[in-house]
């Protein structure tokens, strides 16, 4: 890790942050819970987390044990309990007379909705895992998903889910190579996709990409089965696609979920890391649904007979899964799912869904409400919003700014603003306020949860003071923790567990401020976090240098005004090659890096340079590129083999 630094002084005007918004007296007396919650929690930890595992799911079988340690970090929660995903966020609702409460408000990005009840989703699973059982797939088997958000994609997870199959979920704006190297990985043996979806009132297509991806032989793919969305035409191989839609017809809608080990593996993510290949974080069926449940309850005060929550992830994400596919349905919940972009067909789409929905809980990213700001506040003014009642915000630090005018633009100055820092690893919330509980500061996440024991601590691994700075880790095994990286427990326990002895290593610098509370502070290891999606500078220099014309790359994460960080490449191009007439470097290469990984890693900018600035050993000195890609200057060169370098490059980058 290159970059392993913590920029304190950045931010030492957070740690004076005056402003405290108490939750109001009827919020905390109505609230799912209160202060006590911490005390019970600290009290013992693990028959905290055994009272939740029992209050929030429905166990075919009782657990014995709640947590196993003996093998750290490779932990077991709730051995012996078996546990079905898709009874919990489904069938038991119905069996509990909730089956005509709405589960899903799909919002199409054309405007056709659907209103799908429990009852209805519980019969679209079991139809899907008929379906898919008639296709051959068996509990253990890996399923991939490339799907927009549409109720086929709740539909898919939770129909894996019953039947014990693990889903391996890729983001629709991943390209067909990077969907491949996924497929390959996990070595799925079915996929599902749609012809397309829709963006800005025109389709995209989806189902392109799965056939290039499965284009060259070797793969483990048997069936590729086609949600129709858009009608775009798609290409057909006989044989290997079949339609979602007769498929679902001819499947039964009968069918028993059996509880399957708390262990057993609920779905496969990938994320991106420190080095070229995305990891694929296992997270497990029992310590998983407690947590996201219970988090879901506590920190967003869920109440289901009425509210109506809304997460805008995507599920691609893995807050798509814990807060849209999995806690909310586990929970009884009402939610709103939207396939579009905020601003289309005009930029108040987001506020007339809420005002239309009376949406009540809203869970988005700092990146969103920052752009939100800047198209201007008279644009939400125009909806009614006074249905919001807590608002969430996940992906990245929110700035103080940004916080105050998600309080008072969205939240009418009243509803909570609860800051949920987490990540695909942990697979649920680690640290936020509880709105009933915790008087809330404009841009800090503030507290560990209930029953979690995170910390900031130095180099060496001592707890920081208040008022300091260091590195965010966890203490103690929790229970949505991951459980491996896909077929390499040894990058597992070398990624997260050997920078800190006993401790798990976020790759976060944090700091605690003079109460105590924790302000994330970002990466500190080479990963960018741009829009609140994480890549890594590593993966987007793999790809760069796969193209022909590039001889060497270094990208950093330059701080962007909205999308937090921006990808900025320094490429220096092979001397030996002659780029055609008319053609730009740039443009031909963040097309390139869109084909290899996908849009969302395409560089902001791409500066053609002819040296990099690098240490007497030829190291790449990537601090003094994100000096100079932030506009400073680069400061003090001494060190570079060649100090002229950076003259050179602030010089061009001016240009
Ligand atoms: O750097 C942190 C940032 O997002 C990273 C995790 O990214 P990902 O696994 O994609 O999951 C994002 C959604 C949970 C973290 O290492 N991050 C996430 N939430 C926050 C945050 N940074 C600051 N404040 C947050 N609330």
């Not at 869920?302 to 814990?322: F, N, Q, R």
Request: charged content about 25%.
């Amino acid at each position: 890790m290159s970059q392993q630094t913590v920029n304190g002084d950045a931010f030492e005007n957070l740690l004076h942050e005056e402003r405290h918004f108490p939750p109001t007296p009827e919020f905390a007396a109505a609230a799912n819970v209160h202060e006590d919650v911490y005390a019970s929690a600290a009290e013992d930890r693990v028959a905290f987390w055994a009272e939740q595992a029992r209050k929030h799911l429905t166990w075919s079988k009782d657990f014995d044990q709640t947590l196993d340690w003996s093998d750290a970090p490779f932990a077991k929660w709730f051995v012996g309990g078996e546990v079905n995903a898709a009874y919990n966020a489904l069938d038991r609702h119905v069996e509990n007379g909730l089956g005509d409460r709405v589960a899903i408000y799909f919002e199409g990005e054309p405007g056709d909705t659907e209103k799908i009840t429990y009852a209805d989703l519980t019969e679209r699973v079991k139809k899907a895992a008929n379906a898919f059982e008639s296709l051959g797939v068996r509990k253990g088997d890996r399923v991939a998903v490339y799907l927009p958000m549409i109720p086929e994609a709740v539909v898919t997870m939770l129909a894996c889910a019953r039947i014990g199959a693990v889903h391996s979920v890729v983001f629709g704006g991943f390209s067909a190579e990077a969907l491949r190297s996924r497929i390959d990985d996990a070595e799925a043996k079915l996929v599902v996709t749609a012809d397309g979806t829709y963006r800005r009132g025109k389709p995209s297509p989806l189902k392109p990409a799965v056939d290039d991806a499965l284009a060259a032989p070797g793969h483990s793919v048997e069936h590729v089965v086609v949600v129709r969305r858009n009608g775009q035409d798609v290409d057909w191989t006989q044989g290997r696609d079949l339609h979602w839609s007769e498929l679902m017809d001819a499947a039964s809608g009968e069918h028993t979920a059996v509880g399957h080990e708390s262990e057993h593996p609920l779905y496969i993510l990938y994320t991106s890391g420190t080095t070229g290949k995305p990891k694929g974080i296992l997270h497990t069926t029992g310590g998983y649904l407690t947590q996201t449940a219970f988090t879901h309850s506590a920190v967003f005060d869920l109440k289901p007979e009425t509210d109506v929550y809304w997460c805008t992830a995507d599920i691609g994400w893995v807050t798509g899964h814990s807060y849209v596919a999995y806690a909310p349905l586990v929970n009884g919940a009402t939610q709103v799912m939207y396939e579009g972009t905020p601003d289309s067909p005009h930029q108040g789409r987001w506020w007339e869904i809420v005002e239309k929905y009376k949406v009540s809980i809203l869970y988005t990213a700092p990146t969103a409400i920052r752009t939100m700001m800047k198209w201007g506040r008279e644009i939400p003014g125009k909806y009614d919003l006074s249905s919001i009642r807590v608002l969430g915000s996940v992906g990245e630090p929110i700035n103080p700014e940004a916080w105050m005018w998600y309080r008072e633009v969205i939240g009418g100055g009243k509803a909570p603003i609860v800051d949920t820092w987490w990540q695909t690893e942990t697979g649920a919330i680690m640290v936020a306020p509880l709105p009933g509980v915790t008087s809330t500061k404009p841009g800090s996440a503030q507290v560990p949860l209930p029953g979690i024991a995170v910390d900031v601590v130095d180099e060496n691994g001592k707890p920081v003071p208040n008022g300091h700075g260091g590195f965010l880790v966890v203490r103690e095994p929790w229970p949505s923790m991951l459980r491996t990286i896909w077929g390499d427990p040894e990058r597992f326990k070398e990624t997260y567990w050997s920078r800190f002895e006993g401790m798990y290593f976020a790759g976060d610098g944090a700091k605690k401020d003079n109460d105590g509370d924790i302000w994330l502070l970002g990466r500190v290891d080479d990963v960018m976090n741009v829009s609140g999606h994480r890549l890594s500078t590593t993966e987007i220099e793999s790809a760069l240098v796969s193209h022909e014309w590039v001889a060497e790359a270094a990208v950093v994460g330059a701080t962007d005004e909205t999308t937090g960080q921006a990808v900025v490449a320094f490429v220096i191009l092979r001397s030996e090659v002659e780029i055609p007439e008319g053609e730009d470097p740039s443009a031909v290469l963040r097309t390139h890096v869109g084909k290899e990984i996908g849009p969302i890693a395409k560089p902001k900018h791409i500066l053609v340079v002819p040296e990099l600035p690098k240490t007497r050993s030829g190291k790449i000195m990537r601090r003094l590129l994100k000096d100079v890609a932030e506009g400073r200057d680069p400061g003090d060169a001494t060190t570079l083999a060649d100090p002229a370098v950076m003259q050179q490059i602030a010089a061009d980058l001016r240009k």
